[in-house]
């Protein structure tokens, strides 16, 4: 059984930073690429960032420079760190998890955390 289990969210104040965490399992972790996506009351899930399997990250523009990616393949997790958080921020954030099997996508999502940027 797969599972992509999200932790870290929580209320902070602007200006702050938190860590998510993105705990797999069920699958061959180091061969997925993962993504951290949000969605905001009212607006459509967007991507945030993005890692590879070898470890190339992307961005979207509105967090480059405040929020970093990472992972660790030997706890089957991905990480999002978030500094200088603004409450535009505010939003559930998903954990995703895909990758291409001789032309099938194999796509996973966890259940979300919720970050609310607030003072």
């Known amino acids: 059984q797969v599972q992509l289990v999200e932790s870290g969210g929580g209320l902070v104040q602007p200006g702050e930073s938190l860590r998510l965490s993105c705990a797999a399992s069920?699958?061959?972790?180091?061969?997925?690429?993962m993504a951290w996506y949000r969605q905001a009351p009212g607006k459509q899930r967007e991507l945030v960032a993005s890692i590879t399997s070898d470890g190339t990250t992307n961005y979207a523009d509105f967090v480059k420079g405040r929020f970093t990616i990472s992972r660790d393949n030997a706890k089957n997790t991905v990480y999002l760190q978030m500094n200088s958080l603004k409450p535009e921020d505010t939003a559930v954030y998903y954990c995703?998890?895909?990758?291409?099997?001789?032309?099938?996508?194999?796509?996973?999502w966890g259940q979300g955390t919720q970050v609310t940027v607030s003072s």
């Open positions: 069920g699958i061959s972790f180091d061969r997925y690429a």
């Open positions: 995703s998890g895909n990758r291409n099997v001789l032309g099938r996508l194999l796509n996973y």
